[in-house]
């Protein structure tokens, strides 16, 4: 059987304007007027100041996903700690007179809270899976990426999940396009295409593979008659 593999954020649900939405929903409830691209900008240079970057279990998590992951769970030993001192480090810099444990729950809740598939999702997959094996190739913690999967009800819709935390490597390298390629071999699947929003990984996994690239847009249904044919 032929497999579709099909990124996960801003692919099937949203994350950048999730991770916005939770951010202003943060500082609002606690009195802040921080803009956004200020809010980000120590986001990002506290991950990389962390130090956390280079564990292969944290490969292609972002700076903001970092924030609401278990990173007990993504993590171990001495690097647990890093990373709640990551955290902690983001809420002290953004809310300097709350509880960091308040504040980072009430980011976890308001992130957790916007997790769901795109509207077109639920159909689409149904379609495509009566024609191809759906894998999903995803860029995250294994914790987190398959916490959104189960939240937003996807979890059955995959019979692979390949995640680069779990892999080790990011989704954009070649060494994750290799693995995925081993991982088809090993299955005896054939690949017909890769859907994602982001050219950097989804395009390179599909030109690596030698199969069509769907660019999707985040919310927006990808027009798929080319493999929905009879
Ligand atoms: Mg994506």
């Not at 609002?28 to 990002?44: D, K, M, N, P, Q």
């Not at 997790?115 to 495509?128: I, K, M, N, R």
Request: aromatic share 8%; charged share 25%.
């Amino acid at each position: 059987m032929e497999v579709l593999l099909v990124d996960l954020d801003d692919t099937l649900v949203p994350d950048q304007t999730a991770r916005d939405e939770a951010m202003q929903a943060t500082l609002t409830a606690f009195g802040s007027s921080t803009e956004l691209s200020a809010v980000w900008a120590v986001v990002r240079e506290e991950w990389r100041a962390s130090g956390l970057r280079s564990i292969p279990a944290l490969a292609g998590v972002s700076s903001w996903e970092a924030l609401w992951t278990d990173l007990s769970a993504d993590l171990e030993g001495e690097a647990v700690q890093d990373g709640h001192a990551y955290q902690s480090r983001v809420w002290q810099r953004l809310l300097p007179t709350e509880d960091v444990a308040v504040v980072a729950e009430a980011f976890r809740s308001a992130r957790e809270g916007r997790v769901g598939a795109f509207d077109w999702v639920p159909e689409t997959l149904t379609t495509w899976a009566q024609a191809m094996d759906l894998w999903c190739a995803t860029n995250g913690s294994s914790w987190l990426q398959r916490r959104k999967l189960r939240l937003a009800g996807l979890q059955d819709r995959f019979s692979e999940v390949l995640i680069s935390g779990e892999l080790g490597v990011e989704k954009s390298d070649a060494h994750f396009h290799a693995q995925v390629a081993a991982r088809l071999n090993q299955r005896g699947r054939t690949p017909i295409g890769v859907a994602g929003d982001s050219d950097a990984s989804d395009g390179a996994l599909a030109s690596f593979l030698g199969v069509r690239y769907l660019r999707v847009r985040p919310g927006v249904r990808p027009a798929t008659a080319w493999f929905e044919l009879p």
